[in-house]
């Protein structure tokens, strides 16, 4: 990874996931590589890893399996989900490998949505559609789930999302979420495994850095 020579803003104060940062938003260029194609992106202050392609999401992206260029679902063109989505390297990745398929970046933090639009508009990425959790509609299904979840709201917030998201699964697909293992990715596993659904089953994928990446299944 390489990136241009400005020097890395000072940290934010506010949170990642504070709905609207407060903070000055030092808009700069980075230089990262996504799906195999070194992309120039658009990045700020205010937002998750603002001044680098983490170390988590760089463990998630080098661990998950290829996307069908022409990923398909039940009825037509498949949806996949970035939950927490940042600047969007996840959701640029997907949409990346997968153009025919219609990838969701999902965030709070509406100056990160702002950067995933814009990134994916500076890319000529029509697939993807950066928003508010609230703004996915409830009957949309997903054939793959990637992410870099933010530990950091909590037990209590994390759980309610992840048994929210992860139930939207299509029959026969996989999430894969990447946490650090010293912020709890062995006992999220054990907590995901005693409360989801008997249809999905969870297992550890990879480890690598630090990080655990998990594979959540939904029985086809």
Same mark, same amino acid.
């Given at each position: 990874m390489t990136t241009t020579p400005d020097a890395t803003p000072e940290p934010s104060p506010d949170h990642y996931f504070t709905a609207q940062p407060a903070s000055d938003e030092e808009r700069r260029e980075l230089t990262v590589r996504l799906a195999g194609r070194e992309v120039t992106v658009e990045v700020a202050s205010g937002i998750f890893s603002p001044g680098r %392609? +983490?170390?988590?999401?760089?463990?998630? $992206? #080098? !661990?998950?399996?290829? %996307? /069908? /260029?022409?990923? !398909?679902? /039940?009825?037509?063109?498949?949806?996949?989900? +970035?939950?927490?989505?940042g600047w969007g390297p996840v959701a640029l990745s997907m949409a990346i490998e997968s153009p025919g398929a219609t990838v969701w970046a999902v965030d709070v933090n509406e100056r990160a949505l702002d950067l995933v639009r814009r990134n994916a508009a500076r890319l000529g990425l029509e697939n993807v559609r950066a928003v508010r959790p609230e703004d996915v509609?409830?009957?949309? #299904?997903?054939?793959?789930?990637? !992410? @870099?979840? /933010?530990? #950091? &709201?909590?037990?209590?917030?994390?759980? +309610?999302?992840? $048994?929210?998201?992860?139930?939207? $699964?299509?029959?026969?697909?996989?999430?894969?979420?990447? &946490?650090?293992? @010293?912020?709890?990715? +062995? !006992?999220l596993m054990a907590w995901l495994d005693e409360h989801l659904d008997d249809d999905l089953s969870v297992s550890k994928l990879a480890s690598a850095k630090g990080f655990r990446v998990l594979e959540v299944t939904r029985a086809g």
């Amino acid at each position: 990874m390489t990136t241009t020579p400005d020097a890395t803003p000072e940290p934010s104060p506010d949170h990642y996931f504070t709905a609207q940062p407060a903070s000055d938003e030092e808009r700069r260029e980075l230089t990262v590589r996504l799906a195999g194609r070194e992309v120039t992106v658009e990045v700020a202050s205010g937002i998750f890893s603002p001044g680098r %392609l +983490d170390l988590g999401t760089q463990v998630l $992206l #080098r !661990s998950v399996p290829d %996307l /069908p /260029p022409a990923a !398909s679902g /039940p009825d037509g063109a498949a949806h996949l989900l +970035d939950l927490g989505c940042g600047w969007g390297p996840v959701a640029l990745s997907m949409a990346i490998e997968s153009p025919g398929a219609t990838v969701w970046a999902v965030d709070v933090n509406e100056r990160a949505l702002d950067l995933v639009r814009r990134n994916a508009a500076r890319l000529g990425l029509e697939n993807v559609r950066a928003v508010r959790p609230e703004d996915v509609p409830e009957d949309v #299904r997903f054939a793959a789930i990637w !992410s @870099n979840p /933010p530990i #950091r &709201v909590g037990k209590e917030v994390l759980h +309610d999302m992840l $048994l929210h998201w992860l139930p939207r $699964l299509e029959p026969g697909t996989e999430a894969y979420l990447v &946490v650090q293992r @010293n912020l709890g990715a +062995d !006992s999220l596993m054990a907590w995901l495994d005693e409360h989801l659904d008997d249809d999905l089953s969870v297992s550890k994928l990879a480890s690598a850095k630090g990080f655990r990446v998990l594979e959540v299944t939904r029985a086809g």
